[in-house]
């Protein structure tokens, strides 16, 4: 009796590790699924493909989700599960896009705030579509009723052409969204149904891949950028110094150093273009430090930058300055009151 009742806690305690981990598997697979809102009304859902230096979430949808926000020229907006009931606007670019081949589409977010960007979690892609027919898959997506619903009750029934065939109760809210073997990493995206909602289609994971690939989506080959910051003071410490990247003049981006100075950025290749330039801020050194066109510097082909900063002068020594030019004015407006004709008057 005591050993069956040592087995029967043991696998209570299997089952209860089981469900942490499902719950912390359903909480990532949630984070990395977005929400697509087009004129106030979600349209569909989205995959967290990545997230740059510059704070740039890239995200994978179907095209039809979009499409009426392009007919009327409105950008749509973006909902993430960390920060629910705010929508953030989205970028598109036409050569993101194939409405006719695949029916996806390529869109971007930019950040201001690190912290939130810390937050996004991306999909896990699998290898390649290894499930075989009569096998449940999961979904992810914004069925009518419910929002991140990840349902588990879908089966694979074949392939179709470059579809997964899967049979279940889908909507509209669904398209856009993962599809995920038995590990959770995606194989499909959600891109059609069948008008009575029994049957839906997606796009095979190489497909997918291939299309991204081609697209550069997100940006492939990123330029690593290394420095370090070099000091006058030997009291200040370097670790922690802000660095801070503007594009096009436009602030997008901060990083940090490390306790010896040194500094790591990625510039993408389209960000290239741009007028790229980098400054140095920190408290501790009570000044801007050099500015730095990137872009310039990518072209001679230096990869490693080195920082200096200029100081201030000391406030003293300024004050003292100040007083004597003062000092100086005072006496010259003095004499030309009492001996204008020394001046010529």
Not at 73 to 96: D, L, S
Not at 131 to 158: L, Q, R, Y
Request: with cysteine; charged share 30%; hydrophobic share 40%.
């Amino acid at each position: 009796m005591k050993v069956k009742h040592v087995f029967l806690i043991i696998i209570s305690l299997l089952i209860k590790s089981s469900n942490i981990l499902s719950q912390e598997t359903h909480e990532h697979l949630k984070c990395s699924v977005v929400k697509v809102i087009v004129n106030g009304e979600c349209k569909g859902a989205g995959i967290i493909l990545g997230v740059d230096d510059f704070k740039r979430v890239y995200i994978l949808t179907s095209y039809h989700v979009i499409e009426n926000s392009i007919e009327h020229e409105k950008m749509p907006y973006i909902e993430f599960y960390n920060f629910q009931g705010h929508h953030f606007r989205a970028e598109m670019n036409h050569k993101y896009i194939d409405k006719k081949s695949y029916d996806l589409a390529g869109l971007i977010v930019s950040f201001k705030n690190e912290k939130l960007v810390d937050e996004i979690e991306e999909i896990n892609f699998a290898d390649s579509v290894r499930i075989a027919d009569g096998e449940s898959v999961c979904i992810v997506g914004h069925p009518i009723g419910f929002n991140w619903k990840v349902d588990k009750t879908m089966e694979k029934i074949g392939i179709l052409d470059d579809d997964i065939v899967i049979r279940g109760q889908i909507s509209e809210g669904n398209s856009g969204g993962p599809v995920l073997d038995n590990n959770f990493k995606m194989i499909g995206l959600m891109t059609k149904k069948e008008e009575d909602n029994t049957l839906g289609y997606a796009l095979e994971i190489d497909f997918i891949k291939e299309l991204l690939e081609n697209w550069k989506f997100p940006p492939q080959g990123l330029i690593n950028i290394h420095g370090q910051v070099l000091k006058r003071n030997k009291n200040i410490g370097l670790k922690d110094v802000d660095l801070i990247f503007w594009l096009n003049n436009k602030k997008e981006g901060s990083t940090k150093t490390d306790e010896n100075g040194n500094f790591s950025i990625k510039i993408g290749p389209d960000d290239i273009k741009k007028k790229i330039t980098l400054k140095i801020h920190d408290n501790r050194f009570k000044s801007w430090g050099n500015t730095y066109n990137i872009q310039n510097i990518i072209k001679k082909g230096i990869k490693d930058i080195k920082l200096t900063f200029k100081e201030k002068p000391n406030d003293g020594k300024l004050k003292w300055l100040l007083l004597i030019g003062w000092s100086l004015f005072t006496v010259f407006e003095l004499i030309l009151l009492l001996k204008p004709e020394a001046f010529g008057e």
